[in-house]
C-alpha cells in the first residue's frame, strides 16, 4: 500500500495528526496538571488568609474547638488545622483525624510560617498516608506570630481530577483521529485518483489509443493538470493523424509518376516503343515525372528543414521593389504560356525589408506560380505592394476560381488542394503554401488569404522593414 500514492499520502496524513495530537496531548496534560495545582494551591492560601484574619479577631480557639472551620473545609475541599507558636494543635475542623491532631508539628510540617511566611509544600505524610498538598498560612497579631493555618488536601483527589480531564481529552483525540482517518482517506482518494487515473491513461496513449481522455473532477492543481494532459493527448492524436496522412501523401504522390515512369521503362526494355514521335512523347512525359518527383523530393527536404528550426539564413536589407520585377522577369515565360497579364502596383518608395533574399524570391515565386496555375487564360495577375507601420505587405491576386471558406484555414497544410485532381494535373506538389507559411513566420512575418468563390484569391503576406 505504501507503494502506491493514496497509500502515502494516507498514512502521512495519519502519522502528522497522530504525531501533533500525542504531542499537543502531551503538552496540554503537562500545563493543565501545573495550572490546576497552582490554582488550588492558590485558592488554599486565600482560604488559609481568610481563616488566619478570622482568628486574629477572635483570638485562638481552645484545644479542639473551632467548629466554625467546618465551613471552610467544605467551602475549599480541604482539611484544616491550626497550631499555636508552639506547634501545639489548637484547633481543627471535623474533617482532621488521626494522629495529626494529638501531636505538636515539627519545623519540616511548618516550614517558615512561624517568621511570618506562607509556606506551601507537596510531600508525603506519614499520618495521612499520602501525598498532600499542603499550605500554612501565619496567624499575625501585628507583627507577631500567634500561630498558624496549615491546610491539606491529598494530591489523589487532584490527580484523579487531572485524569478525568485527561481521559476526555483521549476520547476527543479518539474521535479527531477517526474524523482525521476519513478525511484523510477522502483527500488521499480525491489526490490520487486523478492520478492513477492520469497513468491509465498515459499507458493507453503510448499504446496508441489517442482518443482515451481523463475524467476532470476539479478546478485545482489536479483539474488543471488533468485538461494540459487531455490537451496534449488531444494534440497527439492530432500529431499522428497528421503523420498518418502525410504518409499517405508522400506515398501517393511518389506512387503516381514512379508507376509512370515504370510503365514506361517496361514497354521501353520490351520494345514495345519504336524510334519515332510516339517514343519521344513518353521519354518526355517520363522526364516531365522525374523532374516532379525531384521538385517533391527538395520540397519535402525544405519543409522538414523550416520545421525543424533549421534556417541559419543571413538576414540584410531587401528592396522590395526590385525582389518583385526580378521574379516577375523571371516567370514570364509562364505568363505568356497561359495567356495571363502581369500588372504591378508596386511604389518605389517602399522601405527596405530586412530578411533572407533567396528565401523572400521563393515565397514570391510559390505565390505567383500558384496564382498562374489556377487563372483562367486571359486573365490578370496584380501584384502589390504597401508600406504598413514597421513592415510592408505584399500582395498576389488572381482571378481564379476562388476558395470556399471551410477550406482556407486549410490550405496552408503540407499536401492540402482544394481541387484534388485538377491541382495534381497542373503540376502542384501540394508544399508550396506550407513552406510559404514556414518562410514567413520564419522573418517575423504573417501570411493570410482572402477568397470568395468565383471571385479569385488575394495571397498577403508582411516582412519587417530594416530597423
Do not use: C
Request: proline share 5%; hydrophobic share 45%; aromatic share 6%.
Amino acid at each position: 500500500m505504501m507503494k502506491s500514492i493514496f497509500g502515502k499520502l494516507m498514512w502521512s496524513y495519519l502519522a502528522v495528526i497522530v504525531i501533533t495530537l500525542v504531542i499537543a496531548i502531551l503538552a496540554t496534560s503537562q500545563l493543565f496538571s501545573h495550572y490546576f495545582i497552582a490554582a488550588k494551591q492558590k485558592e488554599l492560601v486565600r482560604q488559609g488568609k481568610n481563616i488566619a484574619a478570622i482568628l486574629t479577631e477572635t483570638g485562638m480557639p481552645t484545644r479542639g474547638g473551632a467548629m466554625f472551620l467546618r465551613q471552610f473545609e467544605l467551602l475549599v475541599d480541604a482539611q484544616v488545622l491550626v497550631v499555636d507558636r508552639e506547634g501545639f494543635v489548637v484547633g481543627h475542623g471535623p474533617g482532621m483525624r488521626g494522629p495529626m491532631i494529638n501531636r505538636r508539628m515539627t519545623p519540616a510540617d511548618l516550614g517558615d510560617v512561624l517568621e511570618g511566611k506562607v509556606v506551601t509544600q507537596q510531600r508525603y505524610y506519614p499520618q495521612f498516608d499520602r501525598t498532600m498538598l499542603a499550605v500554612a498560612v501565619p496567624i499575625q497579631s501585628g507583627t507577631y506570630v500567634t500561630g498558624a493555618v496549615l491546610l491539606f488536601t491529598p494530591v489523589a483527589d487532584l490527580s484523579a481530577t487531572i485524569a478525568a480531564v485527561q481521559r476526555l481529552t483521549l476520547y476527543g483525540a479518539g474521535i479527531a483521529v477517526i474524523l482525521a482517518t476519513i478525511l484523510g482517506y477522502w483527500l488521499s482518494r480525491s489526490i490520487s485518483r486523478p492520478i492513477r487515473e492520469m497513468s491509465n491513461v498515459s499507458l493507453a496513449v503510448a499504446r496508441g489509443q489517442f482518443d482515451r481522455r481523463v475524467q476532470v473532477h476539479s478546478e485545482d492543481e489536479l483539474g488543471r493538470l488533468a485538461r494540459n494532459f487531455n490537451r496534449m493527448a488531444a494534440n497527439l492524436a492530432k500529431l499522428e493523424k497528421t503523420r498518418r496522412d502525410f504518409i499517405a501523401n508522400v506515398s501517393h504522390e511518389l506512387r503516381t509518376p514512379l508507376t509512370s515512369i515504370q510503365g514506361f521503362l517496361e514497354a521501353l526494355k520490351d520494345g514495345v516503343f519504336p524510334e519515332g514521335p510516339s517514343r519521344e512523347r513518353y521519354l518526355e512525359a517520363a522526364h516531365r515525372d522525374t523532374l516532379r518527383l525531384k521538385r517533391l523530393i527538395n520540397d519535402l527536404l525544405d519543409l522538414a528543414s523550416l520545421q525543424a528550426g533549421k534556417t541559419g539564413w543571413e538576414l540584410h536589407a531587401i528592396e522590395p521593389a526590385e525582389l518583385v520585377h526580378r521574379v516577375s522577369a523571371r516567370l514570364k515565360p509562364q505568363l505568356d504560356q497561359h495567356r495571363l497579364k502581369l500588372r504591378h502596383n508596386i511604389p518605389e518608395n517602399l522601405p527596405p525589408v530586412l530578411g533572407n533574399e533567396d528565401r523572400i524570391e521563393q515565397v514570391l515565386t510559390n505565390l505567383i506560380s500558384n496564382a498562374i496555375r489556377f487563372s483562367p487564360a486571359e486573365g490578370t495577375i496584380t501584384i502589390a505592394a504597401v508600406s504598413k507601420s514597421d513592415t510592408v505587405e505584399i500582395s498576389v491576386a488572381d482571378e481564379g476560381p476562388g476558395i470556399p471558406p471551410e477550406e482556407q484555414p486549410h490550405i496552408w497544410e503540407r499536401f492540402h488542394r482544394v481541387e484534388k485532381s485538377r491541382a495534381r494535373d497542373l503540376g502542384g506538389t501540394g508544399l508550396g503554401l506550407a513552406i510559404v507559411k514556414e518562410i514567413v513566420e520564419a522573418h517575423g512575418g504573417r501570411v493570410w488569404v482572402e477568397s470568395e468563390p468565383g471571385k479569385g484569391s488575394i495571397f498577403s503576406f508582411t516582412i519587417p522593414v530594416v530597423p
